[in-house]
């Protein structure tokens, strides 16, 4: 059966129900009216198609006539639509509903002021809904952008409507960045999507292109793509769970892989601290350690184990003499940020000790670009999707280093958007042009918020049929065998009993495995099992292209929740269909909602319970968890949307002002890379980067109209002192990229402000001596080259001392983090080999004045080494400020000038 179409049979509601039901569930605050009188006439054109043959070419024909016509709007629709219902007819086989047709009616009328989100449930047939809307306001002459929850969806919604939008002489097509590289390196030519009609894409891609074209010069999205029309399906999550997710795209800015020794040293001396916890408890407990006191102590005492962290720590870090006296180095660019940064560090070493867990918070995976195992978030508390492209700032590395896994270096944000900014662009003071569909809009106050945050009506649109889901009581107890118990025993009564089909979702991937491996161990048929916890695994979905059939058990998480069409078989809907086994309180009402929405889709059969595990009742539960999510729309109504909107007011104004700066400095990439992490490490010292800080304060709620007016006048000084660098010689905050000026002034100046790590500078600066036969060229190149041998060394003792340290925290010398480090030894004896290779020639020929020198450059990655260093090493290499040697060759002065008269 095609997928967009679904089964008519007589207990569909009648259309006179439709319209009572309407205005039952929108408190008759709508004009229903023009809708019957829209649909009358609808109705009636459609008459002329109904049963005749009339292909695409003549439909087209029809269009085309109806555009030239140039009719008001409200005629234009009247004229179209039937036009459409006949095109999908002979695309799909199917026509639309009349419900259907009532939602498309209430977008086309709805007030030209205010966006419009429509309710419809789980199974009603949105996607058709979104295709006709998308046509019609296409064929208006307006741009139109889809908006998906991922990427993936944005491209198989694309390919698979192609040929219909094609029907209409629409183009249609998709976001394509997929991946980090393609994030980073999205070529020019991946921007033509935008020249289509309409494009699908998720928020990361369409926010990251816009950034791209104005933020980093490239002409993706440029004025050509207007923000006419957004279309958004599931616009609950999208526009509330997600409203504080903030797309980034990052800039290579140089130093920040030398915080390494900060990660480890913080996170060592937690585990002291845990330690001396241990001892306590042991004398404490004449037991021995009892594992419920312990976490109970951890999570009680919090603030005070954090509090002693940054006692230690700051004592530690901020000594910054005495650290380069130890041979530890931290960039002097960097200091300030480093002593802003202390605290968070100390809180997400915390975290990542005490609260986040493998296969809960976090899954780890492979990096396919650099082909090591890292970190990767989950949503478990939302729709349980791994998050690609996702970092924890901060917390990432003090996991890394918790599962022995590679360090990667932190990133500072420069170039943002956040989701709330994304969707004003389509709202200006005449139109809004928001289209929002979800099968869940909540309590009042997750409406009231939608309404806040983006000027939107709400409207219900009743189900086609009546709702057939059994809701059960729920089952709660504190006692683990209980409750494990009662989890097994409904399987068994729904699966095995019943013959029915049960879906549980539980809030952890690993909570799936352990139930799966029970069930095996019980000797349930492996066939009959399905997991379903990962999106990044293709063939944990394959079991969605088909029917579930009776006795079917499906194991996962919140992933089979939002927008997952589990379909059911015709002899298991008999049989009284899907049950859905909720194990825990979801954060919000309509994510529960969407989660029991599995069930009963389309009129099927189904039912849903709570088997909760908890010391609290269940009404408690529920009662908290509203609490909770009215106290977080008070704070997006209040205080979230008022710094958000700050947030955006001064990138904007940042993103016009790197412009001129480009015009008066030209070309000059290195300056223009050093200004925009001045002012990345502007906005973490506003902390304008951390925007739910002061939510974090039970005092938050107030909104302070003061420290925003005085961010706005230290942002002023701040473009006023970048002003001041370009006049003369520019000033570079980051010694570490001066190098790549190629000009010997900086690089003097760079190894004046960073002797150790300015290895760049000094072989740039070499190279230009060598090349300019400058003055005592041959001593200043021995004395570069013996400073570069010395600091090599140097940096060789820093990563045995970090060795030290895993050693202390029991990391295991095969583990990834141990083997990255060791790995950095062995480079940097190469690196000190060939160095010594070319200082011996120098040493050599330095007072021999018939000899003479020339240089050649050798990129890191050509150089033959014994071994092959993995991309992540060379990476970090890069970051001294150079991407080459230089290898010195010596040459015979006075045969060069008989032969070439030198």
Request: proline share 2%; charged share 30%.
């Amino acid at each position: 059966m095609n997928k967009f179409a679904l089964d008519i049979d007589s207990k569909e509601k009648n259309i006179e129900n439709l319209y009572k039901e309407i205005e039952t569930l929108n408190k008759n605050d709508i004009n229903i009216n023009q809708i019957k009188n829209a649909f009358i006439q609808i109705k009636k054109e459609y008459k002329h198609y109904y049963n005749g043959y009339f292909d695409d070419d003549y439909l087209r024909s029809k269009i085309y006539k109806i555009i030239k016509e140039k009719n008001n709007k409200y005629n234009f629709y009247i004229s179209l639509i039937p036009i459409l219902i006949k095109a999908c007819k002979n695309k799909f086989g199917y026509e639309p509903r009349d419900i259907q047709l009532i939602a498309l009616l209430f977008f086309l009328l709805k007030e030209v002021n205010k966006g419009l989100i429509e309710q419809i449930n789980t199974g009603e047939g949105k996607t058709i809904i979104i295709a006709f809307l998308a046509i019609i306001k296409a064929l208006e002459g307006k741009k139109i952008d889809i908006l998906t929850s991922s990427c993936v969806l944005a491209e198989r919604d694309a390919k698979e409507m192609k040929d219909f939008y094609n029907l209409f002489g629409l183009s249609v097509d998709y976001c394509k960045a997929n991946n980090d590289k393609e994030l980073r390196e999205k070529k020019l030519e991946n921007f033509k999507c935008y020249n289509a009609d309409i494009v699908y894409g998720d928020t990361l891609s369409f926010e990251a292109d816009i950034l791209r074209t104005n933020f980093m010069g490239i002409i993706g999205r440029g004025k050509k793509r207007p923000f006419d029309c957004i279309i958004i399906d599931e616009i609950d999550n999208i526009c509330l769970d997600n409203i504080k997710n903030i797309t980034e795209l990052l800039d290579d800015f140089h130093g920040y892989k030398f915080l390494e020794y900060i990660y480890l040293y913080i996170y060592y001396k937690l585990s002291e601290i845990d330690k001396e916890i241990k001892q306590y408890l042991k004398i404490e407990n004449s037991n021995g350690i009892i594992e419920n006191s312990y976490q109970l102590f951890i999570l009680n005492n919090k603030n005070n184990i954090i509090n002693k962290l940054i006692e230690l720590s700051q004592e530690e870090l901020l000594d910054f003499n005495r650290l380069a006296q130890k041979n530890i180095i931290i960039p002097e660019h960097l200091h300030n940020f480093v002593e802003k940064r202390i605290e968070k560090w100390c809180e997400s070493a915390y975290d990542a000790m005490y609260i986040y867990k493998e296969n809960k918070e976090y899954i780890i995976s492979k990096d396919p670009e650099y082909n090591f195992r890292t970190i990767k978030p989950v949503d478990f508390s939302n729709t349980g999707v791994i998050k690609e492209n996702t970092v924890w700032t901060g917390l990432h590395q003090f996991l890394e280093i918790k599962e022995g896994l590679s360090l990667t270096e932190e990133n500072i944000n420069s170039c943002y958007m956040s989701n709330l900014t994304f969707f004003k662009k389509y709202i200006s003071n005449i139109e809004n042009n928001i289209y929002g569909l979800t099968g869940t809009l909540g309590t009042n106050q997750s409406q009231n918020a939608l309404q806040i945050l983006y000027n939107l009506n709400l409207l219900f649109i009743p189900s086609f049929k009546d709702r057939k889901f059994i809701p059960l009581s729920p089952k709660i107890t504190n006692n683990l065998k209980i409750y494990n118990d009662l989890l097994i025993n409904e399987i068994i009564e729904i699966s095995i009993n019943q013959q029915r089909a049960v879906l549980i979702i539980f809030k952890y991937i690993e909570e799936v495995n352990e139930l799966y491996q029970v069930l095996l161990n019980m000797g349930f048929p492996k066939e009959k099992l399905i997991k379903y916890t990962r999106n990044d695994i293709i063939e944990q979905q394959e079991f969605l292209n088909s029917e579930i059939q009776c006795g079917s058990i499906i194991l996962s998480t919140n992933l089979s929740g939002r927008g997952t069409d589990i379909k059911i078989s015709g002899l298991l809907d008999k049989k009284n269909g899907l049950h859905v086994i909720l194990t825990f309180v979801p954060t919000s009402k309509r994510i529960e909602d969407q989660a029991f929405g599995r069930a009963g889709r389309k009129g099927e059969n189904g039912s849903g319970r709570f088997i909760i595990y908890s010391e609290k009742p269940f009404n408690q539960l529920i009662a908290e968890r509203d609490d909770r999510e009215n106290k977080d729309f008070t704070f997006l109504t209040e205080v979230y949307r008022k710094k958000i909107d700050l947030f955006a007011e001064i990138f904007e104004d940042f993103s016009d002002f790197l412009k001129i700066i480009e015009s008066k400095i030209g070309n000059d990439d290195i300056a223009i890379l050093d200004i925009k992490e001045k002012w990345a490490l502007f906005l973490v010292k506003h902390e304008l980067t951390d925007i739910e800080k002061e939510y974090k304060d039970e005092k938050s709620l107030q909104f302070n109209e003061k420290s925003f007016e005085l961010i706005k006048l230290e942002y002023k000084k701040f473009k006023s002192s970048i002003f001041n660098d370009i006049k003369g010689n520019y000033n570079y905050s980051n010694p570490l990229i001066m190098s790549k000026t190629k000009l010997v002034h900086n690089c003097d100046e760079a190894v004046r402000r960073s002797p150790i790590l300015a290895l760049g500078a000094y072989m740039y600066r070499s190279f230009e001596n060598v090349n300019n036969r400058s003055e005592n060229y041959k001593n200043n190149i021995l004395s570069d080259f013996e400073h570069l041998e010395r600091n090599l060394i140097i940096l060789k003792n820093q990563f045995l001392y970090y060795e030290e340290i895993m050693n202390k925290l029991q990391i295991s010398k095969d583990s990834d983090l141990f083997l990255q480090n060791k790995e950095k030894i062995e480079f940097i004896e190469e690196i000190y080999s060939f160095i010594d290779k070319n200082l011996k020639i120098v040493k050599n020929y330095v007072n021999q004045n018939n000899y003479e020198f020339y240089a050649k450059r050798v990129y890191l990655t050509d150089l033959k080494f014994e071994k092959k260093y993995s991309k992540d090493i060379i990476e970090y290499f890069k970051d001294f400020g150079g991407i080459c040697l230089f290898e010195l060759r010596p040459y015979i002065k006075s045969l060069l000038s008989y032969f070439f008269g030198f």
